[in-house]
């Protein structure tokens, strides 16, 4: 039995160990060689999310797997280091490598992945927890198709808890899915411009925007340096610019940074969506002024003094 903890947001999903080649001059081409000017190993997958609220000083707790394998070993130190809580996560015997290469160039990047098989009780594992924790949102990183999100939801209404659910490249995305069913599951559905176009299956994103709103209660899509959409309920909804920090260095997780910001908003705060949107964009824009998704999230004071800024 897990020991109940008072958490604001549980997060349910893995690490990844990131691997990330910044300053390229050009893209790597088959028979020649490129060299970078920077390397940075360092968290990603759930981690940049699970981080970057800690920062915030959200009370988040981490249900995640990791396994025997130097790369599970190495981001389990990381997250500890950052006195992140692990109470909920599990470390099998067993390797459970997740690797990802992110090539960053001209504010855009690419990836080479590499992951083991999830556990074969991953939602049995997330799902026990739900049910044996005391916490008030539960936030999923990626979409889960309808059949396996169902149990989770379950448990979570029954905990009390609102739910939130980023999108993610996942296999739904090329697949028929019940994507109204799916958003009409959560309280908050986050995806990105290109993701919330492939879902309604539209080039106009605007049209995307309003058939989400059709099916689900907060919509919120990331639209990279130009801001945000969000809109609650109505079908109306506002475009939330993103701010400028810096150079942009590396788009790695600035998704996942952004949602941490509104969730922090969403939760502890109980602010406007709209005010929850600012502060994504604040901790997003942040985030991409230097390699690695959370290495520059920011803490709750220098959120707040963005916030007084703009």
Known sequence: MIQAS????VVLGDYFYDLIFSGLQAFPVLGQEKLSHELVTTGGGSYITVCALHRLGVRVGWRAHFGNDEYSRQIYQLAAGAGIDLQLARVADTPYRRVTTALPMQGERAFVTYAD???PDRHEFWRIALETTR????HLPGAIAPDRLAPLVSAARAAGASISMDCQDVALLYKECEWQKLVGMVDVFMPNAREARLIAKTDDLDAAMRLLLDWGQVIVIKDGGSGALVGKGSGA???VPSITAGDCVDTTG??????A???YGYVCEGASVEQCTR???ICGGL???GEGGATHAPDLASLRAWVEKL
């Open 6 to 9: 008072p958490y604001d947001v």
């Open 261 to 263: 910001g509104f969730l």
């Open 254 to 259: 600035a998704g996942d940074c952004f949602n």
């Open 117 to 119: 098989p999830p556990p």
């Open 287 to 289: 985030s991409v002024t």
């Open 237 to 239: 909804y506002t475009r």
């Open 135 to 138: 916490y008030r949102h539960l």
């Open 279 to 281: 502060y994504g964009n």
